[in-house]
């Protein structure tokens, strides 16, 4: 089993998204949660950006006893002095930079050529290694790079000095067999890539973040980079809950992560809470339905044997039970299910009848609630006193 180094980057791209900003005693409380959680990298901002970013860095630095803590910046020279200042009460630092190598990047964004590129990606690194031996250099649009002039950069900076080599999918652009097979190329054809940790940074915008940065750990990745809930720039970043219980519900490829997955659905709730950033209710791992069955089919089947629909135990990920919601779709076995964890005690032909009523209250409610089946089972009781 190898292990998978789970950077978190919520606190960073989790706050780029609009109205998620983040004071710093929110980001602190974050921060230990997240440490708490088993996140080995913590990316704790982008010092450069704001004085007030720059003192949340700082003190999360101080705070942070065993996750590596992370700080962001340009390969700008006033960028790579002011994150490692932020880091320096840091017991564990990494400085994340690095710049844009694909042809959109390089001609529309620096009106620059590739040898320059190159040229500035190692002279970041040289930066960067006069305040930490823990480097991480990000290719941005690494997805839409040609895989030779990535390759090339990747060698010359893991020369330079660089120990990660982060191979984002910028613009979620890549298929996972592409972004795995660019990961597999890098591994091929990288002469020193044995002295870096590959790094999967995949946003969603095509919904494919997570499968991507499961093809890049397949291919030989042993980093990914996400957050919590999937936030980030647009349409988000990889989910943390997810590639941790894709890795723990699949052994069969060979990985494991220190991640305590009982404290996910509580984290969930922690950062959507901090964050004023709602769950979508059908989202994997932590969103409200995730656990819920509603289809009579369903329910029927997971009532037999929870297995029957359910590959996670909501134990496992820190959430409440299972649920069985009536709506006009469900069936008799999901009824006297309900009405016995209510105390009611029906036998079959009692619940035929009372299914008929369920069925018109169905019709007229989205859900039918607790409330509305004490409602049935006083109504049906009173009518059937006497009757033989």
Not at 123 to 129: E, F, G, L, N, V
Not at 326 to 339: I, K, M, P
Not at 354 to 369: G, S, T
Request: with cysteine.
């Amino acid at each position: 089993m190898e292990k998978i180094i789970i950077f978190d980057t919520t606190l960073r791209d989790g706050e780029q998204v609009p109205g998620c900003k983040l004071n710093t005693k929110e980001k602190i409380e974050l921060a230990l949660k997240l440490e708490e959680l088993g996140v080995d990298v913590l990316e704790a901002g982008f010092p450069i950006s704001s004085p007030g970013d720059f003192n949340s860095v700082e003190q999360i630095s101080k705070n942070i006893k065993n996750a590596t803590v992370c700080a962001l910046s340009r390969a700008v020279e006033k960028d790579i002095e002011v994150a490692a200042q932020a880091l320096k009460y840091a017991k564990r630092k990494r400085i994340h930079t690095g710049i844009g190598t694909s042809d959109f990047h390089i001609k529309s964004k620096f009106n620059s050529n590739r040898e320059d590129i190159l040229k500035r990606a190692v002279q970041c690194i040289k930066w960067a290694r006069n305040y930490t031996d823990d480097i991480e250099f990000y290719a941005e649009d690494a997805g839409r790079t040609d895989n030779e002039y990535l390759a090339r950069v990747i060698e010359a900076v893991i020369k330079a000095g660089a120990t990660t080599v982060n191979i984002p999918d910028t613009t979620g652009y890549c298929l996972p067999y592409q972004y795995g097979e660019k990961i597999a190329f890098l591994k091929n054809n990288v002469s020193n890539i044995d002295k870096a940790v590959i790094s999967c940074h995949c946003h969603n915008d095509l919904g494919l973040a997570t499968a991507n940065s499961i093809a890049g750990a397949m291919s030989g990745a042993r980093q990914i980079e996400c957050t919590i809930n999937g936030l980030g720039e647009r349409a988000g970043n990889t989910s943390l809950e997810e590639v941790v219980m894709v890795i723990k519900q699949h052994k069969s490829l060979g990985f494991y992560t220190d991640i305590d997955s009982t404290k996910l659905y509580p984290m969930s709730r922690l950062v959507s809470d901090t964050m004023r950033m709602p769950v979508q209710p059908n989202k994997a791992i932590v969103g409200s339905n995730a656990f819920s069955h509603s289809s009579g089919i369903h329910q029927d089947g997971f009532l037999k044997d929870n297995l029957t629909y359910e590959i996670i135990n909501p134990v496992e990920v820190g959430a409440d039970s299972s649920k069985i919601v009536l709506t006009a779709r469900s069936g008799r076995s999901a009824l006297a299910y309900r009405f016995q964890k209510l105390g009611y005690q029906f036998y079959r032909n009692d619940i035929d009848i009372l299914y008929d009523r369920f069925v018109q209250i169905a019709d007229r409610k989205k859900v039918v609630e607790d409330e509305d089946l004490s409602d049935m089972a006083s109504v049906y009781q009173k009518s059937t006193v006497g009757v033989q």
